[in-house]
């Protein structure tokens, strides 16, 4: 294996970890929200490189998938809150 391969599966796992620390612990529902659109932007970053490494295009529609994920979730959360600032009460 590639020494360069493992540098960056570490580098992203590690990121990975420290993502999903956010997630758990909080403390609002944007830090869990801003939290989960960088693990998935990781897992692009990471579906991106192999494919950069092993010189192949299999993963693109995967890629596609996870970024209209990303965008939508954002959108939602972002109304969802601002729906809930201005209820009243």
Known sequence: MNALLIVIYV????????????????PSI??????SDVLLTEV???LGAEMAINQHTRTLPVLLIIAAVGVF???????FVARKDNAPG
């Open 11 to 26: 580098v992203f796992a590690v990121a990975a970890l420290l993502t999903l620390v956010r997630i758990v612990i909080g």
């Open 30 to 35: 944007l830090d869990r929200a801003v939290a």
């Open 44 to 46: 692009m970053c990471v």
């Open 73 to 79: 979730g954002s959108i939602s959360i972002a109304r």
